[in-house]
């Protein structure tokens, strides 16, 4: 390319851009009077174009602008060119409108005009005129919430006067929808009873997005399923369909600690555990089931089996049967049989009303004081609630309260008493911020009766009660034990805690009372084996004090599966 045509480009290529810069055009929007025209220049409307049809359409848009802000009554009333690139608009505001008053008839809902209005009477509304579109918008969305979601809403018989937009609020009114069908989708075998009695949703309802909402929110408090995203509806010409999308959890659980100790009498170490099984929805009808065994260093064995069916039958009533044995050494066994018929008020909240049975045997070939042979029956009822937090893998439960209480008759050769007993056991996180927390745990049982065998009384103490202490080590026919732990996130998979426990407990048969308390340390870790905790703690009571020697060390495992 010559020197020559290189020149021409440039010149032909600055021509071309004062050619493009001529044609750029101007528009100035005014009114008729000078209050007007600040009005106007309040819009910040666009000014600059670079064609005729652009401007055209902002000097529509301006008159829109107007209506918006309340001059109801704007109008353009002309265009003119000024100069080869610039026009003025000319506009006239008219009246500005700041409210409307909206009239309704008597059977509109108008618990719903509160969502958009301060100012309501018995047959009209109040509100700002800029609001006015909006507010018509959310009352349309709740009219189609509540059943209707093909109603529309439309103002009639609109006036003006001194300032104020008056109209009437008419509802087209459709037939109201009713679910027809409920899909699950992402875990189709969940329990379909709990679609109709734990979420409480179920064909032939009326329609009402809001309530399906707040129903399926249930979900999230369900330990073996999550709701993945809000529930959706296709509506078709005559069917209304529901998907409610469900993620199946991981929720078995197995759990196993080894504990060591000195023994106070032979100064060697022993060692304890236990297993403790959990399966929970295998079968995909939302049941449970709990095996625990347990051998302790003072030889004694535990093995407890519990399973709960809900729903029966696809009924409101659920079911719970167990059976716990216990062995002391070779001095005594005592079985426990229990059932009990639950019925789940709402997701959170159940009742129970049950029997169990108590059986208890003496080993030992020649009477012993304060153990024999009996045969106990209590009536129970029973309430339980439960709260989870499912966003912290760490501790999943926030809030549990259990309390039972029952009435019964002791047999004892041939004589019978009448007895109560009662047992509560609950605890709490409080959350202080996303690393901080304090952990607390109340467990208390109480048994009424006008004599008491050594078999027949509460045993408590160790890792799952006041730590510090050998399992199952201390007796009582009343007791009280407060853990509390202030735990602190290292990170989303480790912790450490402390140890605080106090705990109270008298045994009328030996007429003694004692407080107790436990100190110590612990930390737990997520592995992908599952959590891992160790907890080493010491106990003392009044009349003793704590001993280095006498501390416990727990290791557990608690795999998720």
Partial sequence: MTLKSIFLLLVFGWLSSSSLLAQSLHLRAVGQVETESRVLESLNYKNSFETFNNLQIEAQHISIMLLDQ???????????KQTDSSYVASYRLGTLYTNARIYFTADFNNKILKLVSASITETYFEIELA????????????????????STLQLTNIKKANGLLTANLKIEVKEQRTIDTIIVKGHDKFPKAYVRRYLKLKPKQPFNLNTIRRKTAALDNLQFASQIKEPEVLFTKDSTLLYIYVEKQKSNTFDGFL???????TNNIEFN?????????????GESLRLLYKSDESDQKTFDVKAKLPYIFGSPLGMQVGITIFKKDSSYITASQVAKIDFQINPKNSIGLGISLLTSTNLLNVDVININDFQTTFYDLSYHYTNLQRHDRLFPINFLFEITGGLGNRTLKNTDETQSKFELNTFKIFNLDDRNSIYTNINAALLNSNTFLDNELFRFGGINSIRGFEENSLLANLFGVLNTEYRYKVTNSLYINSI????YYENQSLATQSKLLGLGFGFGVLTQAGLFKLNYSN?????????VSDSKVHLSLTATF
Wanted: aromatic content about 8%; glycine content about 10%; cysteine-free.
């Fill in 70 to 80: 309340g001059y109801l009554e704007s109008d353009l009333l002309s265009l003119e």
């Fill in 273 to 285: 555990g236990y297993l403790n099984l959990n399966l929970i929805n295998t079968l995909n009808y």
């Fill in 259 to 265: 504990g060591f100790g000195t023994n106070t009498e």
């Fill in 500 to 503: 605080i426990d106090l705990a």
């Fill in 131 to 150: 609001k006015l579109e909006t507010a018509l918008q959310l009352l349309n969305t709740e009219i189609a919430n509540n059943g209707d979601p093909f």
């Fill in 539 to 547: 106990g003392s009571s009044e009349d003793q004090t704590i001993k």
